[in-house]
Nanobody
Framework: QVQLVESGGGLVQAGDSLRLSCTAS????????MGWFRQDPGKEREFVAG????????WFGESAQGRFTISRDNAKKAVYLQMNALKPEDTAVYYC????????????WGQGAQVTVSS
């Protein structure tokens, strides 16, 4: 089992920056990759960004390209999502996720962190 806890959400204005944190606990040595997804009410969950738990590979969803970065601190068992130049359409609940093997479905989800961007 892996437990994921997000923090850092909040209310910001358009153009501001915000950093989300996700701290993992439990069997973290078995994690293959970590990622961030987001979901707005009435919409499907959308992939935002991901990174390998070991290694430097990162990848981004279309909405995050050029504005968001993802980073990892294995010593702290944490993953971060730095969001810059935020737009009102970035408003959503952001979920941290752990993938336990290559090409597998997401194995564990965090509880979500609300990000609200006002215009």
């Amino acid at each position: 089992q892996v437990q994921l806890v997000e923090s850092g959400g909040g209310l910001v204005q358009a153009g501001d920056s915000l950093r989300l944190s996700c701290t993992a606990s439990g069997r973290t040595s078995t994690i293959y990759a970590m990622g961030w997804f987001r979901q707005d009410p009435g919409k499907e969950r959308e992939f935002v960004a991901g990174c390998m738990w070991s290694g430097s590979n990162t990848w981004f969803g279309e909405s995050a390209q050029g504005r968001f970065t993802i980073s990892r601190d294995n010593a702290k068992k944490a993953v971060y999502l730095q969001m810059n130049a935020l737009k009102p359409e970035d408003t959503a609940v952001y979920y941290c996720a752990a993938q336990m093997a290559m090409a597998s479905d997401i194995g564990f989800w965090g509880q979500g962190a609300q990000v609200t961007v006002s215009s």
